[in-house]
């Protein structure tokens, strides 16, 4: 029955890549309901028994390459977004298990790789490529919304929480918008007050992506979040916590 589930998604996936059209992902998002919970904890457990139908979404996003000239934005970003975190899982998965998505390329060997996320294991269309690729190549240097690191999870504890659902191009601007807030909001991950804030270490590694409109760190979190910082709150940055999101 998985077998012909498979077959049956395969060929969907490659004739929506036939007609341009960008691919369901249906499949991740049942997949994601199923093996994680509302506050972000990932099973990868039970994705590795998952791991027919985790391949057959790959299948599917690998056979329909973003159409820059038909797709919309958002119909791009969506299938970015979850590309990027639906292969750190099958990267996960197939090492697990581990403590962190650091000890790959490190404890474990991987020939010419010092990180996770310069594998180049991803196939899309006819590019091979690393999860670097996506993050730094397409997501960050075509879209120019800082709100994508607040979606994309790196498997490990200090990442923004794993949305339980798939990103969709109808509603990703509401889904941007609510993970930044439940992101900001989250004392494991920031601790704001007008005083001080002690903030992710995301905001301190990739601080530009948050001037690129002429406005700041500070206004990017007054903008999202309830809890507002002054010109005169003191930033500090929390130590990045790398063991698995489990």
């Not at 139908?53 to 820059?68: D, G, M, R, W």
């Not at 930044?180 to 004392?187: A, K, Y």
Request: charged letters at 25%; a positive charge; aromatic letters at 12%.
């Amino acid at each position: 029955m998985k077998v012909s589930l498979l077959l049956l998604g395969l060929l969907a996936g490659y004739l929506s890549y036939s007609q341009g059209k960008p691919p369901s992902h249906s499949i991740f998002n049942k997949l994601l309901f199923k093996n994680v919970t509302k506050d972000g904890r990932v099973d990868y457990k039970a994705f590795k028994k998952d791991s027919l139908e985790l391949k057959q979404y790959l299948n599917i996003l690998t056979a329909n390459p973003p159409n820059e000239k038909t797709w919309t934005r958002q119909e791009q970003m969506a299938y970015w977004i979850n590309a990027y975190n639906a292969f750190t899982i099958k990267l996960i998965t197939k090492y697990y298990p581990l403590k962190s998505i650091k000890d790959i390329g490190s404890s474990i060997q991987v020939p010419f790789v010092n990180t996770p996320w310069d594998i180049k294991f991803i196939t899309v269309g006819k590019s091979k490529m690393d999860l670097n690729n996506i993050e730094h190549g397409i997501l960050r240097k075509k879209f120019n919304d800082p709100r994508i690191h607040m979606v994309l999870v790196c498997a490990s504890k200090s990442c923004p929480v794993l949305l339980n659902e798939a990103y969709d191009p109808l509603r990703l601007d509401e889904q941007l918008n609510k993970q930044t807030r439940v992101f900001l909001e989250d004392p494991k991950r920031n601790k704001i007050s007008g005083v001080s804030a002690q903030l992710s270490m995301i905001f301190n590694w990739y601080s530009m992506d948050f001037t690129n409109d002429g406005g700041s760190v500070r206004d990017f979190i007054n903008s999202h979040s309830t809890k507002k910082i002054t010109k005169d709150t003191r930033i500090t940055y929390l130590d990045y916590d790398w063991n698995l999101n489990e």
